[in-house]
Structure formats: C-alpha cells, structure tokens
C-alpha cells in the first residue's frame, strides 16, 4: 500500500459571528459544547498514529475563538507524537477580531510557524456590510502583536467582488495589502453560497454585484499589480513571495492524499476521498466520524489529478502523469490541449500543461475540456 500521507487539516467549526457569505462548515460558539469537541478531535487525530507530518493546518470557522488553555491542549496534543524535524508548515487561522494577547501567546509557544489571517477587505464600511466584525485598525494591531511575537509568515485572505464594490475599492484594499510588506496573500472572488444571508438577498433581488466583466478586470488588475510586486501567482486564487508558496494547499493541487479531521473536514486516504459530519452533535455522536467515503475510480482520479494539477501555475507534468496512470496523455488529452492552446487557455508546451493568465480567467471552461465519457475507464 502506499505510504503515509504527510498533511493534515484539522477543523474548528465554531466563530463568534457568522458572516453573510459563508458557507463553509461552521457554528455559533456560544452555548458549545467546545470541550468535548476537542476531546472527541484529538481522539480521532490519535486513532490514526501520525508520527511524520510535513503540513498542519487548523482551519475553520475560527481557531482563534477557543480559549487559550484549549488551543494550547489541542496544539500540543496534535504535535505530541511527531518528529517535528519532518514539520515545515504548521499553519492557524484567525481572525482579526479575536486575537487576545493570550492567544498569541500560545501560539508563539507552539511549534505553529504560519498564520492566516481572514481580513476580507480593508474597508470598515463594506466589512460592516459583509457581516465582520474587525476593523482595518484591528487588522494592523494583530499584524503587529504578531510580528513582535516572531511570526513573519503571515497570510491574509482577501475577498473582492463584494457588494457594491468598485474597482477603486479593489485597488486600495490590494494597496493596503502591499503596504503591510507580508509574504502572502490569497484574493478570492466572492461566490455566492446558498444558506447564506447573501443568497437570500439575492433571491429577493437586495443585492448588487459587479458584473462577470467587472470581475474580471479586478482580476486582471490583481494579476498584474501582485505580479509588478514580486508576488508569484502560483495558483487561482494564491500569491507568494518566493518560498512561501502554502506547502499545505500545494498538497491538495498535487492530489496527493491527507488526512482530514473534525466535523465538516474532508480528507484523501487510501484511494478514498471521505467526509465526515459536519454538525457538532452529530460528529460528537458518532463512532464513525465519516459521514460519506468515495473510492475513487481512474476515471476520477485521471480527472482530479487535471482539475487540481491546472489551478497551479506550474500546471500538470505530462511525464508524472503518465507513469502515474499508466497510459499516454497525448492519446487521452491531446485533442482537446491543442484547442484550448488556440483559444489562448493554455500554453503551447508539450511537457507541463498550464494555464494562462485568460486561463486562470476563464478556469471552468478549461477544467471541462478535461472531463472523461463514463465509458472511457
Ligand atoms: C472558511 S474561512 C475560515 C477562516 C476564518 N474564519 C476567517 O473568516 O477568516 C476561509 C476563507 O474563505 C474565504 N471565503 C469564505 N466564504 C467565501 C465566499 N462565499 N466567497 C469567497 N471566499 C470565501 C474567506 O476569504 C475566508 O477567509
Ligand atoms: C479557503 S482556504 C484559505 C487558505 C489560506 N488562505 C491559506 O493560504 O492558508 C481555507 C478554508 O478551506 C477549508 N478547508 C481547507 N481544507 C479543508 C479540509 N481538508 N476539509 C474541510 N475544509 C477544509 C476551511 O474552511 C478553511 O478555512
Ligand atoms: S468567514 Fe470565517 S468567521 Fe466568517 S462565518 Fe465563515 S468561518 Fe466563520
């Protein structure tokens, strides 16, 4: 069998607010039961004997909420049993919001050498609106607080395409980005999620969102001025300086596997993509903590390996492919590379096939090109 996966992403479901666009697996902390949550975490984490990592990732909701004794019994329990020699990236988010000198403190203490930060915009009024509950001032102080407690890789998400946005606003956030001199951002264009408070206003036509075309000269612009300053766009959504490209997320484009822990985490083990429970009791509940498994088949795989290798810049290596999957791209693929190459989607290169900027631009219409008939495996 193959050899153990070296990430893991572990989840915290709960956040003290909950923003109007979010629909990623999270809870209202208050009334909680956030310590049996973690108890019932750290077992699941153990069940599965990790001793060698070279990424952890403790997403959510909000990590940062807990209180500081429990983050510091859920960092110390995740790294107990590993040689931290094999350890590159252990990264924590948090928000702005709630960053208490506590909490830094535990941090500083642990073996976490990365933090992403969930800012959204610079803009006081459009956080108000997109349901935040930091301000621009908040976000400084806590680059501060953690730059003095030695952190120096720090990430910050940034959402554009926000209601009501203009492409004025676009520029002063991603100019606010660049003067805070940081190593690391990732620009998401905002999506509408259903169950969201955006969704609902949506429906009932409360919304204004710029348009595909504005949303694609914000884009640009991102590409261009992140490129100017020495940012690498290594992915959709993700810009690095050299070297602090995320070894975590590289994991999931490479379609390599990891393992996924806590309600809602998904994770890739043994040739099975799984969920598990996403609602608190439920996961508490259960004794098995996956709530759906897929073996993948190679059809899948073959076309996973293609949706996740192009959201990388440096796209999909034809000869890792093919002794992966045992057959010729070029038989397989080679039809439909050479039309996207003459939209513009791709690059002419016959070794690492990759996107261009208008690629990145356009990403469903490329990924589709690569969708295989149900016969063909
Ligand atoms: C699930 S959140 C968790 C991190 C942390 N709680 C926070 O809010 O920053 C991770 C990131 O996903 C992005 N995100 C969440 N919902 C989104 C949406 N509907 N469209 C675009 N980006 C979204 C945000 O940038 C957010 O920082
Ligand atoms: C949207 S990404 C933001 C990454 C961040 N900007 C960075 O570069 O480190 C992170 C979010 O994706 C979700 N996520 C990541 N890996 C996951 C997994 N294995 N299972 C479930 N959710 C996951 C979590 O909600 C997490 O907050
Ligand atoms: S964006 Fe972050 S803080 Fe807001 S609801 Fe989602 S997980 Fe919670």
């Given at each position: 069998m193959s050899e153990k996966p070296l990430a893991a992403y572990v989840h915290i479901p709960f956040c003290s607010h909950i923003c109007y666009y979010c629909d990623f697996a999270k809870v209202l902390m208050e009334g909680q039961p956030v310590d049996d949550y973690i108890d019932a975490l750290i077992a699941e984490y153990q069940a599965y004997d990790?001793?060698?990592?070279k990424t952890l990732y403790i997403g959510g909701g909000t990590p940062t909420v807990l209180s500081a004794q429990q983050l510091d019994k859920l960092l110390s329990k995740l790294t107990e049993h590993l040689n931290l020699e094999v350890l590159e990236e252990f990264t924590v988010e948090a928000n702005p919001g709630d960053l208490s000198e506590e909490i830094i403190e535990v941090l500083a203490q642990s073996k976490v050498n990365r933090i992403s930060l969930g800012?959204?915009?610079?803009?006081n009024k459009l956080l108000k609106k997109i349901g935040r509950t930091h301000t621009e001032a908040q976000v400084y102080e806590s680059i501060k607080k953690l730059r003095n407690a030695g952190f120096e890789n720090i990430t910050i998400d940034l959402i554009y395409a926000l209601p009501n946005q203009t492409m004025d606003m676009v520029k002063t956030d991603v100019e606010k980005f660049l003067a805070l001199n940081l190593p690391h951002v990732a620009l998401y264009s905002l999506i509408l999620e259903d169950h969201t408070v955006f969704m609902n206003r949506q429906r009932r036509g409360l919304l204004r969102l710029p348009n595909e075309d504005k949303n694609a000269d914000m884009y640009e612009y991102i590409m261009d001025i992140l490129a100017q300053n020495g940012y690498n766009h290594y992915e959709v959504s993700n810009f690095g300086k050299s070297g602090f490209e995320s070894q975590h997320n590289l994991t999931y484009w490479d379609n390599a596997e990891y393992y996924g822990v806590g309600a809602g985490a998904s994770g890739y083990l043994e040739g099975i993509r799984y969920k598990n429970h996403g609602p608190v009791h439920h996961y508490l509940e259960a004794t098995n903590k996956r709530v759906s498994e897929e073996v993948l088949s190679k059809k899948s795989k073959i076309e996973e390996e293609m949706f996740l290798g192009l959201r990388k810049k440096t796209g999909v290596s034809v000869t890792k492919f093919e002794s992966k999957f045992s057959l010729s791209f070029e038989e397989l693929y080679g039809k439909q590379v050479q039309t996207l190459i003459n939209q513009g989607l791709l690059y002419d290169d016959h070794e690492q096939i990759r996107m261009t900027d208008k690629g990145f631009e356009l990403g469903n219409n490329v990924f589709e090109a690569f969708l295989l008939e149900s016969g063909e495996f």
């Open positions: 990790i001793k060698e990592l800012v959204q915009t610079f803009d």
